[in-house]
């Protein structure tokens, strides 16, 4: 499965920042149940590649997940060795960009102003990453279409199910859920239920904007 096609239908992108991760194919499987399939784990995870490696291992094709917090080539080398199917970044990265572009693995560059969206689409980047997209709320993410028509917009930072919606309706493929559905005390607890939950929940608040 190719990512932009599964954010295209599910329009949901799942972040994990967790200082511990006990088991994270079921974690991903417990994400999936609850209706996102595309997961990030994040360089801020201690041995984050051990647990891209088991995931990525465990075969689940309803599973897509990536690597973010991205910040070297290097790292993005090892991501993608261990079996990343997307890399993310937090801001503009052009060796992890150089890297991804070269590997032929999608990479989602984070961005805010109008200047660095440009650059990210330059760099090579499959959808751009709006980050801290909290501050300028979904009006934002309508006023960047004006000079970027089609562009793909992942917006990132203070999104919930109150207003993931409204991101949606302003023009983005896909918004990025983060501790309202992968609390870092719950992953860290192994909270497999609960986190199915929070992810049900939330997919629930996107429903007029999924597909069918």
């Known amino acids: 499965m190719n990512p ?5 239908a599910d329009r949901a992108l799942t972040v994990v920042r967790a200082a511990h991760i006990p088991d994270a194919v079921a ?12 997961v990030e784990l994040t360089f801020t995870t201690p041995d984050v590649l051990k647990h ?12 897509l997940l990536g690597v973010g ?3 070297t080539g290097e790292q993005a080398r090892a991501a993608i060795d261990a079996g990343a199917r997307f890399l993310v970044t937090p801001g503009l990265r052009p060796e992890v960009a150089a890297v ?25 980047a499959a959808a751009v990453k709006i980050f801290p997209a909290g501050r300028l709320g979904p009006k934002y993410l309508g006023d960047l279409q004006g000079p970027y028509p089609g562009v793909r917009l992942l ?15 302003a023009g983005a493929l896909a918004v990025c859920a983060g501790t309202s559905v992968v609390p ?29």
Do not use: K, Y
């Open 52 to 63: 891209v490696a088991a995931a990525a291992a465990d075969g689940r094709a309803d599973v």
């Open 155 to 169: 917006p990132s930072g203070g999104v919930s199910a109150a207003n993931a919606a409204d991101f949606l309706a």
């Open 100 to 124: 991804a572009v070269a590997a032929g693995v999608p990479i989602f560059l984070g961005a805010f102003t109008p200047t660095e969206v440009a650059m990210a689409l330059d760099m090579g």
């Open 69 to 71: 917090t991205v910040l």
């Open 27 to 38: 974690l991903c499987h417990a994400l999936a149940d609850g209706g996102i399939r595309t």
């Open 184 to 212: 870092p005390a719950a992953v860290e607890a192994g909270a497999l239920s609960e986190i199915t939950d929070r992810a049900r929940a939330f997919a629930a608040a996107l429903t007029p904007h999924r597909e069918p």
């Open 4 to 8: 932009l096609d599964v954010l295209t």
